[in-house]
């Protein structure tokens, strides 16, 4: 195979993981095993660097850096993503459990002035 095609397919590879990947993320249906996406996207960033340490042209390196990087970011998000569960866990129905937090003007906000109405709590964790 020419090397030139080779940081294509990894390209191609990290790309069409990440496709999938942020598809599941929209539609909020991701499996909870994650080792094929893991594998994934480690094999796009390896076959990558193997294309780029044998070089074939500055497109061969554009696609073989370009797949290192986001291989690389998606497994490295992954390792440092550990999230630990409480012991009281929220499931849909369930009474919302007390608590109170500044809002984005810096006022704390209290759970108990929604008692008896319904309510959707959306959670973000960014880790940048």
């Keep these: ?35 094929g996406f893991l594998v ?8 990558g660097a193997v294309a780029l340490m044998h070089g074939s042209g500055i497109i061969n390196g554009i696609f ?18 550990a999230q630990k569960g409480g012991s009281e866990h929220l499931t849909p129905g369930a009474p919302l459990l007390s608590f109170s937090a500044p809002d984005h003007l810096g006022v704390t906000f209290d759970s108990s002035t929604l008692d008896g109405r319904p309510v959707l709590l959306k959670f973000f964790r960014g880790h940048w």
């Design 1 to 35: 195979m020419d090397n030139m095609y080779l940081g294509i397919l990894a390209f191609s590879i990290v790309f069409a993981t990440g496709f999938y990947w942020f598809r599941l993320v929209y539609t909020v249906a991701l499996p909870k095993n994650r080792t």
């Design 40 to 47: 994934s996207m480690l094999t796009g960033a390896v076959v």
């Design 64 to 81: 073989s850096v370009l797949s290192i990087l986001l291989g690389g970011v998606f497994v490295f998000t992954w390792l440092i993503s």
